[in-house]
């Protein structure tokens, strides 16, 4: 019988584990019951599985479908799909943090700790969505005295003492999280593993056609048309169903294709993919020494003006980021130079309906204004914050389109715009911005008016530009790229 696991869910305190027992349905959602010092599990309110569609239902039978996988008949665990049908929403978060209590397999581990399908438990770990550490790391100040007793067993310094693959090791290395890349791979008693149980999904990656988005292939480089609704390298819980693995795929690469630079999920157009470690380093480089150009395409709500748009980022790694035209200690530079805008048509129904474009309740949808911007500094959801901060946000942006439309009515609700009201202490202050976060700043889950247009850059004495297809929203009639 193996020992107890020590278990905790994301922002509730770690818990002792109950051995697995056999269940009848697949283990989907579980709750934490914080009620006892034991685990206990509980059906939670579900949308749709995470990796397989088909574990939404009691799985009593044997599907007959040909993309179905059983599972070997010596374990407990129903028959799944696996990675298809890929699910059009997302499930819940569910974090998993784990302590082994004795020298395990990985995927046997979690499968038994977690009350998961095997294969599943191999999925999670092939789309990159479990991390390990040689040490637990120390617990947050709101957990539980069992929270704290167990990380006080597991590094205790007699026992870390016995632990040779720490030795050397200071214990920020020893903290350090990697990625599980082995189902089979051997975890020392002690080993921490943090479990994301329910990975970001990205459907749109299985309805492209993605030999008809390479813009390019060199010796060193791919160029990709980049579709929206659509991940660069992956997300932390998702590396699978990424452009670089669909990319690489799609021409019968070998060597996986290593980014160099991102676009947000929810813009298209041109993204440089490395095939090798040396140009993805002078790549780096290049965008280090402000050598690369990047031009953008922004259909937006209201007619901007040509010329360079200043603003300062605060430096906190939260949507929607937030912008002030005042200079602020620490806040980063964002600047953009808007080189032409024309009037072009709103976005036609059937358009809007084919990429599925959110409307966020913008009130005039008669004409929209296509700018053609030269990115002069590259942060997070820099044009997006900078357009929407000038009163002109992204068609689809709902990220930023509701803040916009929220300074419209009332200009001085914005914490640091041109209008904001005084405050009578730092705390009111910070209060006013944790409620303006919290009322925006949902990311969209399908395209936006942005494109990456052009990118070009000089190396070694060769000039490289490319440019994208036409973006969305110019097209007369949907050019499919789908599957």
Known sequence: MPKPVASVASLLPQLWHRPFRRAPILPRARGLSSSSATLTAHSAPRRRSVLPRSTSTHLAAVSTSAAAVEAPAATPYPVYDRLLPCPLQDDPPRIEHLVAREDEVAADFISRSLGLPPLYAADLIKFGAVYYALVAPQPPPYASPEHFKIFREVTEPSILRRRASIKGKTVREAQKTFRVTDPNQRLEAGTYLRVHVHPKRFPRCYEIEWKSRVIAVADEYVVLDKPAATSVGGATDNIEESCA????????????????????????????????????????????????????????????????????????????????????????????????????????????????????????????????????TGKTHQIRAQLAAIGAPIIGDS?????????????????????????????????????????????????????????????????????????????????????
């Open 245 to 376: 693995v669909f990319t690489l795929r799609a021409l019968g690469l070998e060597t996986p294709l290593l980014t160099t630079h991102q676009i947000d999920n929810c813009s298209e157009g041109c993204v440089v993919l490395s095939k090798t470690k040396e140009f993805c380093s002078v790549f780096h480089g290049l965008i280090r020494e402000k050598q690369v150009k990047k031009l953008y395409l922004a259909l937006t709500t209201a007619p901007v003006s040509t010329g360079t748009i200043t603003h300062y980022m605060r430096p906190v790694n939260r949507a929607p980021r937030l912008v002030s035209e005042d200079c602020i200690e620490r806040w980063h530079l964002c600047q953009m130079e808007v080189l032409n805008c024309r009037k072009v048509p709103w976005p036609s129904s059937s358009i809007r309906k084919a990429y599925n474009v959110n409307g966020c309740g913008w009130p005039q949808q008669e004409a929209a204004y296509e700018c053609k911007i030269n990115l002069l």
């Open 399 to 483: 990220a930023y389109m509701t803040a916009a439309m929220a300074v419209m009515a009332n200009p001085s609700i914005n914490p640091f715009g041109r209008e904001r009201l005084s405050y009578n202490s730092e705390e009111e202050k910070e209060a006013t911005i944790e409620a303006w976060i919290a009322s925006h700043g949902k990311e969209p889950k399908s395209v936006i008016g942005l494109q990456a247009s052009e990118i070009s850059w000089d190396h070694e004495g060769e000039h490289h530009s490319y440019k994208a297809r036409v973006p969305w929203w110019q097209q007369d009639s949907v050019e499919s790229d789908l599957v």
